[in-house]
């Protein structure tokens, strides 16, 4: 908290809110009355301080966030200078979306600084997005999964059993009486 700066120093009033004499207290008012700012100021702190690019992807869903809100607002414009209850309840409709939008895309945003600031502080290991180990699939007739065309039995499985004689299908299939007298084929 001794670096904390309201709004990463991205707002006008950032410096100017009491921040190094109760920085816990800036925080939670940042976060409860500035929310937007909190999250967009620091999307911008750790995009400098990594040296990370928007992507095209991150833009085009901050943009259709956008648009959105600016649509809701359009139609909350009309619907009060025109007087209709259908325009009124679909700006509401609107409005509502756009706030769902909006909480998703900061959401995805606190999560993705989440995962920046842990690679930073190096709580991810060597490699902080590795690929998952390779996994077998079992058959519900057998125990475990099978060895066959993947080189070792993965760690902690007792070795493959080896494979069954006599091929496809097994000895003893179709069962006698199969199938019942008078079935035409």
Do not use: W
């Not at 909480?103 to 995962?115: E, N, S």
């Amino acid at each position: 908290m001794s670096r904390y700066t309201c709004c990463a120093g991205y707002m006008p009033c950032s410096g100017r809110c009491g921040e190094s004499k109760c920085p816990e207290l800036c925080l939670c008012t940042e976060v409860f009355l500035c929310f937007g700012n909190s999250v967009a100021s620091t999307r911008f702190l750790l995009q400098d301080e990594f040296n990370i690019q928007t992507t095209k992807c991150d833009n085009c869903i901050i943009g259709f966030m956008f648009c959105l809100q600016q649509l809701a607002c359009i139609f909350s414009i009309v619907a009060c200078l025109v007087g209709s209850e259908e325009l009124s309840e679909a700006s509401q409709l609107l409005n509502c979306l756009a706030d769902l939008v909006y909480c998703t895309v900061c959401a995805c945003m606190q999560t993705q600084h989440k995962v920046e600031m842990d690679k930073r502080d190096g709580k991810f290991g060597p490699q902080p997005m590795a690929v998952p180990p390779m996994q077998n699939m079992s058959r519900i007739d057998q125990p475990y999964p099978p060895n066959v065309g993947y080189g070792q039995q993965p760690y902690g499985y007792p070795p493959a059993p080896p494979p069954q004689a006599g091929g496809y299908p097994p000895a003893g299939y179709p069962p006698q009486g199969y199938p019942a007298p008078g079935y035409q084929r």
